[in-house]
């Protein structure tokens, strides 16, 4: 049966394929404090300000995206998102979504400022932060990222010490850390952290990526077993499969050139200029920021954004390598 226009305004935002969208990664700038070789480019220009999307419309973006198009999660990412002057003003006005159908709000973060953040956040709202960390040893950390280790390990205590359930990203390439694989699984059960590894994606800054880069899932856990009981538990519609250690510890892989999990994604994201993206690996998608400060109302809008998901590719899964685009990974938001 037909659904009438006012049905179909607030149905819950889906593509052709079946796969319905719960959930938005909003990015707040395309700044960020650390070099890391799988995002940034070596020499970044920065948007100008007034370029990126403004708190009042980021705040509209999100009311939008959760009483129109049924999103019940928010991620917030960058760029580096605590970069963002207003950080915990933003999340709160995001947090007051709440009855509206929000049920979380996350953020994505390198952890160099989220000691000075972590409380103001908790009260703002935030549910909860996954930190990127790519190496444990500090020079390892340092070769990876041109940072220093010390500021991120302190932004981790931090945030558990204000209630912020942490969780570890951990991107393992080729020729850089992948001595770092053991050190980092004994430094997150050693400290009860989750800890997800994932798959050098084709989306860096550098044009970087190559496939013998890639060190895949399965070479991750032959490295850890030798030292550990592996088991894998029933897959879900998470990107992470997960594995328990020793029957206790659970580790989650995040395979996605080795094995693309496109077929259940749920997720659309919005770039730090308004750009919408439907897939991760996107090409292009429709200037959102152009339409609020066009002056358009929120049914259009929503219009818009369901006609582009609704044509959403069908992912990495179909047409795998290096993704060609002028934007970049850290405008676009992880």
């Known amino acids: ?71 019940d999660e928010i991620r917030l990412t960058g760029g580096e998102p605590l970069l963002r002057d207003g950080i ?55 070769r990876l990222t041109g940072g220093e280790l010390a500021p991120v390990l302190r932004g981790i205590d931090a945030a558990r010490a204000a209630g912020l359930p942490v969780k570890i990203n951990s991107v393992i390439l080729r020729g850089h850390n992948e001595d770092e694989v053991l050190p980092l699984v ?59 250690l020793d029957g206790e510890h659970v580790l989650g892989m995040i395979s996605t050139v080795s094995k693309p999990f496109c077929r259940r994604c749920d997720r659309v994201r919005v770039s730090a200029t308004g750009r919408l993206y439907s897939c991760l690996f996107s090409a292009d998608g429709p200037d959102l920021r152009a339409l609020l400060r066009g002056g358009a109302d929120d049914e259009s809008i929503a219009a818009r954004v369901r006609a582009h998901v609704w044509h959403k590719e069908a992912g990495y899964a179909e047409r795998p390598g290096y993704v060609e685009r002028p934007i970049t990974m850290h405008v676009m938001g992880g």
């Open 1 to 71: 049966m037909l659904m009438s226009a006012p049905e179909l305004a607030f149905a819950p935002l889906a593509d052709a394929r079946g796969r319905r969208k719960r959930k938005l990664r909003l990015s707040l700038t395309d700044r960020c404090n650390l070099r890391c070789v799988y995002c940034m480019p070596e020499h970044p220009q920065w948007l100008p300000r007034d370029t990126l999307l403004s708190a009042d419309e980021l705040a509209r973006l999100a009311r939008l995206f959760v009483e129109r198009l049924g999103i």
């Open 88 to 142: 915990a003003d933003i999340v709160a006005r995001i947090d007051a979504l709440r009855g509206a159908g929000l049920a979380r709000i996350a953020m994505t973060s390198n952890g160099v400022r989220l000691d000075r953040h972590a409380r103001s956040l908790r009260d703002a709202g935030l549910d909860d932060v996954n930190v990127s960390l790519d190496a444990i040893s500090p020079a390892g950390f340092t």
């Open 186 to 244: 004994r430094w997150a059960v050693a400290e009860r952290l989750p800890l997800r590894f994932i798959e050098f994606m084709p989306l860096d800054g550098r044009g970087y990526w190559n496939a013998e880069r890639v060190v895949r899932e399965d070479e991750i856990l032959a490295r850890l077993a030798p030292h550990y009981r592996i088991e894998s538990c029933p897959p879900t519609d998470a990107p992470a499969h997960e594995y328990r």
